[in-house]
């Protein structure tokens, strides 16, 4: 069973930067990909980006040029750089762990953190 501990979430003014962490403790599969994903009030949980363990990035259009997503192997431990924010980016953000093996997908979460972007 994997666990994932986030960190880094905060109140920052519109404009400013806040860096995410999330640490995986447990097994990582060869082939795998963590990523970080967001829920605001009263919408659906939206994938913001994800990195594959070859290294492949996926963001969201609304972050492209803002964030920037990146994970250290040696660490179990994914990062989420995030600048110029904007009070839409005000959400709880949560990181995920997709581990891939002989065709199944095990998903993991973390337990959310906040993050208020004030104008």
């Known amino acids: 069973q994997v666990q994932l501990v986030e960190s880094g979430g905060g109140l920052v003014q519109a404009g400013g930067s806040l860096t995410l962490s999330c640490v995986a403790s447990?097994?990582?599969?060869?082939?795998?990909?963590m990523g970080w994903y967001r829920q605001a009030p009263g919408k659906q949980r939206e994938l913001v980006a994800r990195i594959t363990s070859g290294g492949t990035t996926d963001y969201a259009d609304s972050v492209k040029g803002r964030f920037t997503i990146s994970r250290d192997n040696a660490k179990n431990t994914v990062y989420l750089q995030m600048n110029s924010l904007k009070p839409g980016d005000t959400a709880v953000y949560y990181c995920?762990?997709?581990?891939?093996?002989?065709?199944?997908?095990?998903?993991?979460w973390g337990q959310g953190t906040q993050v208020t972007v004030s104008s």
């Open positions: 995920n762990l997709k581990n891939w093996s002989d065709g199944y997908e095990y998903d993991s």
């Open positions: 447990g097994p990582l599969f060869m082939l795998n990909a």
